[in-house]
């Protein structure tokens, strides 16, 4: 199947804004935090990833057995980086016990100073969330049943898809992970249960969204062409959210919250994002198909697991710096992205070792 690199590319970007985003400075945010309206690059981490998923794995739907084997054996790969980018972090900080106080309180990461082992089985249950480690968990929750959607969807079953996702989007509104809490009291007495106000019961409708457009643009045909007045519609409601969102904050600060369980608002917000990408895309591809963010977009998962442990120490240095001045902002942050070709680099390597020691590539060397 041949790769279209306009899609590594759009990855590559939603994770150096990301990356920026992580830093919290003063200068390079304003542009980055939420360009659109509301809804963040993780939103759009999130549906892009559904969107490259279906593409990727629907290929294999004519075989069950080899569909779901091949998806769960994602998801493992997705929870082995979760779990150690959250394990190196805190065993890292053995090494540096000035940042115990900063992480404790900044990054909601007390527990893991209170009980390590407690912590450590809470996180493996996938109910430890220190901050920034919740967004992989958004990716991996939607993606264990991405074998049944595919199947669903090759026999024509949108309807039944797009209402499940819908269903238990609206069931995430009422059933939080509070109802947890004594229970999990129960079990670990020394921590509290520490999840993030990211859902994932709730955004797994931003990732169904992706799947279920994946499936229309490259199974159905579907090109998103409008006519030229809804066309200006659509792109107009870009407008009208920056609006909201920047000329009237107070009035909009109700909906704020909406964005950990994935608001209708957020919702609407997002799917007109991805149109306006989409015709950037169409119009502007060279800039989706840039060496540097291609790259780091092919290697997204080790790039990600990668930048969450780092920011822990850079982070806390930083932020003096990053707050102070716009020119130590933009230096930071281009540092921070450059630093980001380091674990693509390691996995390109990593994957071109595997890909040489497979038993067909032996056997290829020695009947060649």
């Known amino acids: ?14 994770l150096i804004i990301i990356a920026c985003n ?7 945010t ?3 935090r939420t360009p659109l309206g509301f809804v963040s690059a993780a939103e759009g981490f999130v549906f892009l990833s559904g969107f490259v998923a279906y593409l990727v794995y629907g290929r294999l739907a004519n075989n069950r057995t080899e569909l779901r084997r091949k998806v769960w054996r994602r998801c493992l790969v997705i929870y082995g980086f979760h779990l150690s980018a959250i394990l ?28 390590p082992v407690h912590s ?3 996180a493996m249950l996938l109910l430890e969330h220190p901050g920034f480690h919740d967004i992989l968990i958004l990716y991996l929750v939607p993606m264990i049943f991405l074998p049944f959607t595919i199947e669903a969807l090759k026999r024509g079953k949108l309807m039944y898809v797009v209402t499940a996702s819908l269903l238990v989007w609206l069931l995430a509104q009422f059933v939080t992970a509070e109802f947890l809490t004594t229970p999990f009291s129960l079990v670990f007495s020394d921590i509290k249960l520490n999840v993030s106000h990211f859902d994932p019961f709730a ?27 809804v066309r200006v519609l659509l792109l107009s409601g870009i407008g009208f959210f920056l609006l909201l969102k920047h000329g009237y904050p107070q009035l909009m600060r109700p909906y704020y919250g909406g964005h950990g369980s994935a608001s209708l608002l957020y919702q609407f917000n997002l799917l007109l994002s991805v149109y306006l990408i989409m015709h950037l895309m169409r119009r502007f591809s060279w800039l989706f198909t840039l060496r540097y963010p291609v790259f780091i977009g092919q290697h997204a998962l080790p790039v990600f697991a990668f930048h969450c442990v780092v920011i822990y120490f850079l982070l806390p240095w930083s932020h003096e710096y990053t707050t102070a001045h716009w ?6 942050c281009a540092s921070f992205v450059a630093l980001l070709a380091l674990p693509a680099k390691l996995d390109q390597l990593w994957r071109a070792r595997s890909k040489n020691t ?4 032996r056997q290829s060397v020695k009947t060649g």
């Open 1 to 14: 199947m041949s790769r279209d690199l306009s899609y590594d590319g759009l990855r590559g970007w939603l």
């Open 22 to 28: 992580h830093l919290f400075g003063s200068f390079v």
């Open 30 to 32: 304003q542009f980055t």
């Open 88 to 115: 190196i972090c805190f065993s890292l900080v053995l090494l540096f016990p000035l940042y115990v106080t900063h992480w404790s309180v900044f990054f909601n990461a007390a527990n893991w100073f209170s009980n």
């Open 120 to 122: 450590t089985l809470s």
């Open 203 to 229: 955004w797994q409708i931003y990732f169904f969204m992706g799947v279920v457009l994946s499936y229309l643009k490259f199974d159905k045909g579907h090109t998103f062409t409008f006519t030229p007045a």
């Open 327 to 332: 020119y130590w902002d933009l230096l930071v």
């Open 358 to 361: 497979r038993p067909e590539a």
